[in-house]
């Protein structure tokens, strides 16, 4: 699994803005 696919999919995670 890549870091990258895991940020794209769960971007919102990250971001709770």
């Known amino acids: 699994m ?3 696919v895991i ?3 769960c971007w919102v ?3 709770p803005n």
């Open 7 to 9: 940020l794209e999919v």
């Open 2 to 4: 890549n870091n990258v």
């Open 13 to 15: 995670c990250y971001m």
